[in-house]
C-alpha cells in the first residue's frame, strides 16, 4: 500500500492520453503517471511519485466510483528499435487513498492448455513483457478486464491475484462457444489478429465487448462464449478490423455501442473512422470515413470523437458533424498547436481534451455552444521572476514543431515584447511587441522558426530578449536544428 500524491497547481505533463471522468472530479492519465482534479483543473493532485507506479507511462485508465486502476508501461530499446513493455497494473480502492501495485500477467513457459468446455485449448504462453502492453481496462462489481496486445484478453476475479486467459474466435471463426468441437484450436496472437487486442469495453457484468486487431467481439454470458463482427463477416459492417476504443452511450429509450476504427490491412475496403450499433452489433452505421479517432465522450444525446483533425461534436447521431477550430486561451493567450487529440472526457456541461500539447476545456450548453471559448492548461516549469526565461524544446527543428519562450511577469499586469536575434545580434523577428499580460500565471509565447518576411531561418544558435515594462530585459537562448 502506498501514500496519496502531491499537490500541484498544474498537471505533471502536457502529453495527455487519457481521461476519465467520475463525478465531479477529473482523472487523467498522462506521459507523467496519473493525476486527478477535484475543481476543474484549477488544481492537481499527481501520483506520479507514489512507489506502487511501477513506471510512469500510462496507458489506460478505468474508474468506478472509489476504485481505480492504471495499465503503467514505458518503451525500451530492443535490437535497435523501441519497444513497448508493460510495467503492470496500480489499483486504489479508496479513492486514490492507498495504492496496490500488480506485476504485468505474464504465464509459465509450459502453460499452455486451457480447459474450453470439452476443449482443450492451446494459447501462446507469454513469458516476457515486451509487446505486453496493456492498452485497456474495464473493471465490472467483481470481474476485472485487460486488454493487451500479446497476452490478449483476461480477466480477473480477485483483484488482479489471479488472471485467466479468455478464449476468443480466430479469424476464420464468427462464433466460438465452450459446445463447439474445436481441433487443434490454438491461440497465437504472432498469426491471427484476433488475438491482438486494443480495447474492452462491459457494458454489464454480461455483456463484453473486446477489440482487437481483427474486428470486435461481443460475449452475452460474462465473455464465456464469443460473436465476432469485423469486415469480412457481415454487410453492415464497422469500418476498419482494427478496434481501437469501444464506449457506450446512454439514451433516453435506448443504448448505442460505438467503437473506433483503424485499417488493420485484413480486407483492402477498411477505411479509418468512427461507428456505431442500436442492434447489439448485427448493424453499423459508420461515420468520419478517412479519420483516425482515438477516443469517444458522451453527453446525453451529443457523441465527442478525439481524433487526428480535433474533436468531432454529434447532436444527432451522426447525421452532421461540427469539429473544433484553432483552440486559443482568450484569458492567457496560450494555444493548442497540433490538431491531434487523443482523450477526451465529459463533466455536466465541461468537455475535456487531451492532447500531446496540454488539456484544454471548453463549455457546451445553449448558452455556451461548444467550442466558443476554451481553456488551455499546461503544464511548465515556472520561473518566478521576470529576470528568468527559457525555452522548449531546445533544440527544436521548425519544420515539426514550434518553440514556446516561457517566462513571468512577476506577478504583475505588464507589457511585454519579445523579440529573436541571430548570432551576429540582428533582429530577425518580433514575436509579441507590447503585448498586454495581467500577470496572474506564466506566460508562454510562440515562435514558430520564421523571420518577419515570413522565410525560414538556417540553422543555428539564436538569442530572444524578453522586456516586461521596459525594465531590465531577460535573454534566452534557442537551436535550431532541421
Not at 35 to 61: D, L, Q, Y
Not at 271 to 289: A, E, H, P, S
Amino acid at each position: 500500500m502506498g501514500a496519496q500524491g502531491t499537490s500541484s497547481s498544474l498537471p505533471p505533463s502536457n502529453s495527455v492520453s487519457h481521461i476519465a471522468p467520475q463525478g465531479t472530479s477529473l482523472w487523467i492519465g498522462t506521459g507523467k503517471g496519473l493525476a486527478r482534479s477535484f475543481n476543474g483543473g484549477r488544481s492537481w493532485e499527481s501520483f506520479r511519485t507514489v512507489p506502487e507506479f511501477a513506471s510512469p507511462g500510462i496507458f489506460a485508465i478505468d474508474v468506478q466510483g472509489d476504485t481505480i486502476w492504471a495499465s503503467t508501461g514505458f518503451s525500451k530499446e530492443v535490437n535497435d528499435s523501441r519497444v513497448q513493455t508493460g510495467s503492470g497494473y496500480t489499483y486504489s480502492v479508496d479513492n486514490g487513498g492507498t495504492w496496490t501495485r500488480l506485476p504485468q500477467p505474464l504465464d509459465a513457459p509450459g502453460d499452455s492448455v486451457v480447459t474450453y468446455g470439452i476443449n482443450s485449448v492451446k494459447f501462446l504462453p507469454i513469458v516476457v513483457p515486451e509487446q505486453n502492453v496493456t492498452f485497456d481496462l474495464d473493471a465490472t462489481r467483481s470481474i476485472v478486464w485487460v486488454a493487451s496486445w500479446s497476452s490478449g484478453l483476461r480477466r480477473s476475479t480477485d483483484l488482479g491475484r489471479t488472471w485467466q486467459r479468455v478464449v476468443l474466435p480466430s479469424l476464420n471463426l464468427s462464433t466460438i462457444s465452450p459446445l463447439d468441437s474445436l481441433t487443434n484450436y490454438r491461440i497465437d496472437p504472432r498469426r491471427d489478429n484476433n488475438f491482438l487486442l486494443f480495447s474492452v469495453f462491459a457494458q454489464s457484468d454480461s455483456i463484453i465487448w473486446a477489440g482487437s486487431a481483427g474486428g470486435i467481439n461481443k460475449s452475452t454470458d460474462g465473455g464465456i462464449s464469443w460473436t465476432k463482427f469485423n469486415t469480412l463477416n457481415q454487410q453492415a459492417h464497422i469500418l476498419g478490423n482494427w478496434v481501437i476504443s469501444i464506449e457506450g452511450q446512454r439514451l433516453d429509450s435506448s443504448y448505442r455501442l460505438w467503437c473506433t476504427n483503424w485499417k488493420a490491412d485484413l480486407d483492402p475496403n477498411e477505411q479509418y473512422g468512427v461507428c456505431y450499433t442500436d442492434d447489439g452489433g448485427r448493424i453499423w452505421n459508420n461515420f468520419l470515413q478517412g479519420v483516425k479517432a482515438f477516443d469517444l465522450a458522451f453527453k446525453d444525446s451529443i457523441a465527442y470523437v478525439a481524433t487526428e483533425e480535433g474533436i468531432y461534436r454529434t447532436g444527432d447521431g451522426g447525421r452532421s458533424w461540427n469539429r473544433s477550430g484553432t483552440i486559443i486561451d482568450k484569458t492567457t493567450g496560450q494555444r493548442i498547436t497540433s490538431s491531434s487529440f487523443y482523450s477526451v472526457g465529459v463533466i455536466n456541461d465541461t468537455i475535456y481534451c487531451g492532447s500531446a500539447d496540454g488539456l484544454v476545456k471548453t463549455i457546451d450548453n445553449s448558452a455556451h455552444p461548444f467550442g466558443e471559448s476554451w481553456e488551455v492548461q499546461r503544464a511548465y516549469r515556472a520561473v518566478g521572476t521576470a529576470a528568468t526565461t527559457y525555452s522548449y524544446p531546445n533544440p527544436f527543428s521548425p519544420a515539426q514543431e514550434i518553440v514556446r519562450l516561457h517566462y513571468s511577469t512577476g506577478g504583475s499586469p505588464a507589457s511585454v515584447t519579445i523579440e529573436i536575434f541571430d548570432f551576429g545580434m540582428n533582429r530577425v523577428r518580433t514575436v509579441v511587441k507590447d503585448a498586454q499580460r495581467s500577470g496572474t500565471q506564466e506566460y508562454d509565447e510562440i515562435w514558430d522558426g520564421l523571420d518577419d518576411a515570413r522565410n525560414k531561418v538556417t540553422n543555428g544558435v539564436y538569442f530572444y530578449r524578453v522586456i516586461v515594462n521596459n525594465g531590465d530585459p531577460a535573454w534566452g537562448k534557442v537551436m535550431v536544428l532541421e
